[in-house]
């Protein structure tokens, strides 16, 4: 089995539980192994643009804390960890300087960080991943938000073209395409200004309801947040229901909706004809 | 200190054809006219280092600027400079200086306490440490607001 420390970040664990718990509850039947280290902090992400110097000792006690207990793949839920734990991991091992300053601030926490972690999003785990489907989706018509952090920077990156499109089209559900799939969800500007995360989602949420998708799916808890939690406040004439990816996943593959963090007339609903839950 | 100064943050400017394609893709630009990666590059390039931080805290990092670039100026670094000079020049947005306060109180941006993780138990979660002084340590010192 596979073994990755499960990485959460600060909005997993206390916003997104449904995403942490469909991911739990795929990864355990497709023989993905997590182990969980509760000291896990911030990846240093929100600061990093900053104080570069001070998020990167963050990111580098989080790897270090992976390496101590001998896990040296780390999977993370959210995009922008995701990317800024893969900058980490990348810089430390090949600037033996960097990696050496760094460690001088870790001996103050007694950790050394020796270099050795890897950093996956969840969704690049699920791409390598065989699973089987159990249920028929195929009546559904997904659109997919992939998220900037997800595979932007490309010099950070290299992943096949839309892996969120593959993804989706694995569960037998049908794959929606739309003009501003690639946009942005504005969520890195949210804390400073919560309009331009509202215009955008507004945007590409009509975007999608023209192209009558029956549903939305992300995989970065922060997206979920711009398109999902805050939906209601766009005051759009119409809703969109937005799911983790996960949460589809394991529904094509049988698994109880309860454990996947859906509701039983989410469940039902999308079971069912799709569009929106009663 | 900041690994950051001005001279190479305007070298790095410099590079700038001024052909627009990082604001012609920008996502926070198509809808808040103000904002554009260009004009902060430019910005910053003639000393107007005090508008261009202005600006580039709206900046979502989205990083498409980097890619959409023919000179390999990579925008996002640019802006991402400016912010890291601001302690030094007073001009820190509040947000930041808040989001720093909160990491050093409770290592996460969200609190994680015993509330929260009875909750994550109930719905079959493993609880997480409540509390992460290392954090405060390693962020700890002058550089914060």
Redesign the interface.
């Known amino acids: 089995m596979k073994q990755y420390a499960l990485f959460?970040?600060?909005?997993v664990?206390?916003?997104a539980?449904a995403y942490?718990?469909s991911v739990?509850a795929v990864a355990s039947r497709l023989g993905i192994g997590f182990v969980?280290i509760?000291?896990?902090?911030?990846c240093g992400y929100?600061?990093?643009?900053?104080?570069?110097?001070?998020a990167l000792?963050?990111a580098a006690?989080n790897l270090a804390l992976s390496e101590a207990v001998g896990i040296s793949q780390m999977v993370c839920l959210c995009s922008?960890c995701t990317l800024h734990l893969k900058e980490a991991a990348s810089t430390l091992a090949q600037d033996a300087q960097r990696l050496q300053e760094v460690n001088q601030?870790?001996l103050?926490?007694g950790?050394t960080y020796h270099g050795t972690v890897s950093v996956s999003h969840i969704a690049d785990v699920l791409l390598s991943s065989d699973f089987h489907v159990k249920r028929d989706l195929s009546h559904l018509h997904v659109a997919c938000h992939h998220g900037?952090?997800y595979f932007?920077?490309?010099r950070f990156v290299n992943m096949p073209e839309m892996p969120l499109h593959r993804l989706v089209q694995r569960t037998g559900a049908q794959v929606v395409k739309y003009p501003t799939e690639l946009?942005?969800?504005?969520?890195?500007?949210m804390?400073?200004?919560e309009?331009?995360?509202s215009?955008?989602a507004k945007?590409k949420l009509q975007d999608v309801y023209e192209h009558s998708a029956d549903l939305f799916t992300v995989v970065c808890p922060f997206c979920h947040i711009v398109y999902g939690a805050s939906q209601k406040k766009l005051g759009l004439p119409f809703s969109v229901p937005v799911y983790f990816y996960p949460q589809l996943l394991g529904l094509a593959m049988g698994i109880d909706a309860a454990e996947l963090g859906l509701s039983p007339a989410q469940a039902k609903t999308l079971l069912s004809q799709g569009g929106i839950p009663a | 200190m900041?690994?950051v100064n001005e001279t190479a943050l305007k070298k790095r400017a410099a590079l700038c054809a001024y052909c627009g394609s990082c604001t012609a893709c920008c996502?926070?630009q198509?809808?808040?006219a103000d904002f554009g990666p260009r004009a902060v590059a430019r910005c910053a390039l003639f000393g107007l280092s005090a508008e261009a931080t202005e600006a580039s805290?709206?900046?979502?990092?989205?990083?498409?600027c980097?890619?959409a670039c023919p000179q390999d100026v990579r925008p996002?670094e640019i802006?991402?400079d400016l912010?890291?000079l601001?302690?030094e020049t007073g001009r820190?947005?509040p947000?930041?200086s808040k989001?720093?306060e909160l990491?050093i109180r409770q290592?996460?941006?969200?609190?994680?306490d015993e509330f929260?993780n009875d909750g994550?138990e109930d719905?079959?979660?493993?609880?997480?440490?409540e509390e992460?002084p290392?954090?405060a340590?390693?962020?700890g010192g002058g550089?914060?607001a």
């Not at chain 1, 946009?183 to 500007?189: A, M």
């Not at chain 2, 805290?57 to 498409?64: E, N, Q, R, V």
């Open positions: 959460l970040g600060c909005t664990p206390v916003r539980q942490e718990k739990r969980d509760p000291e896990l902090s911030c929100p600061i990093s643009s900053v104080w570069e110097q001070k000792a963050l006690r922008a601030h870790l103050r926490v950790l900037c952090h932007n920077p490309s946009e942005c969800c504005g969520g890195g500007s804390a400073v200004d309009r331009i995360p215009a955008l945007l | 900041s690994r996502p926070v198509s809808v808040a805290w709206l900046c979502a990092g989205c990083h498409k980097d890619m996002s802006i991402r912010r890291a601001s302690p820190l947005h947000v930041f989001q720093m990491l290592g996460r941006l969200y609190l994680v929260e994550r719905e079959g979660l493993p609880r997480l440490a992460l290392d954090v340590v390693l962020l550089e914060q």
